[in-house]
């Protein structure tokens, strides 16, 4: 299955992404890992516009297609985006679960943004008033919303793993 975690910088992403990879055997691809590659290999530079989309998307089909279950971590802002990864799910002919993780406390979110550790080497992370001033376009559809906010990573784990059982089956 495909399991799309996406939400705001410093929301609370990764951990639970990881926590769920970890627990249910799946495939982690993080976009920022992927764009951080790229900008790495060569000339190109942040924003690098769609590219790490478009890998990810690539190899979470191939993986989903040797049955394997991705867990893509990704802001995934713009209803473009997140057209493109049920689309990938679609393909492959797997079930999908959208999960937009938040933090809906603004002090504990920034607080966050502030002073997190950059796990992926040189990756510039984004300042507090670059993650309010995002363009995030608004959801269009249901998706599973899990709010990190005094939540500790378990029960944020527990509410992806209660997600997974009613996912959408493909049509």
């Known amino acids: 299955m495909l399991v799309i975690i996406c939400g705001l910088p410093a929301a609370g992403k990764?951990?639970?992404?990881?926590?769920?990879?970890?627990?249910?055997?799946?495939?982690?691809?993080?976009?920022?890992?992927?764009?951080?590659?790229?900008?790495?290999?060569?000339?190109a530079a942040q924003p690098l516009g769609p590219a790490g989309y478009a890998v990810a998307y690539a190899l979470a089909e191939e993986h989903l297609r040797q049955g394997l279950t991705v867990i893509a971590e990704s802001v995934n802002p713009l209803a473009v985006t997140r057209d493109a990864w049920r689309?990938?799910?679609?393909?492959?002919?797997?079930?999908?679960?959208?999960?937009?993780?938040?933090?809906?406390?603004?002090?504990?979110?920034?607080?966050?943004?502030?002073h997190r550790t950059v796990d992926i080497p040189d990756l510039a992370l984004p300042t507090w008033e670059a993650i309010v001033g995002r363009a995030y376009e608004p959801w269009d559809r249901e998706r599973l919303v899990v709010d990190t906010a005094g939540r500790d990573v378990a029960a944020c784990v527990a509410d992806l793993i209660r997600g997974l059982t009613s996912a959408p089956r493909p049509r």
């Open 14 to 43: 990764t951990t639970p992404a990881r926590a769920l990879a970890r627990r249910t055997g799946g495939v982690h691809l993080r976009v920022d890992t992927i764009e951080q590659a790229i900008v790495r290999s060569g000339p």
């Open 87 to 114: 689309d990938v799910a679609g393909r492959a002919g797997v079930p999908v679960l959208e999960a937009e993780i938040v933090c809906s406390d603004p002090a504990e979110h920034r607080r966050r943004a502030e």
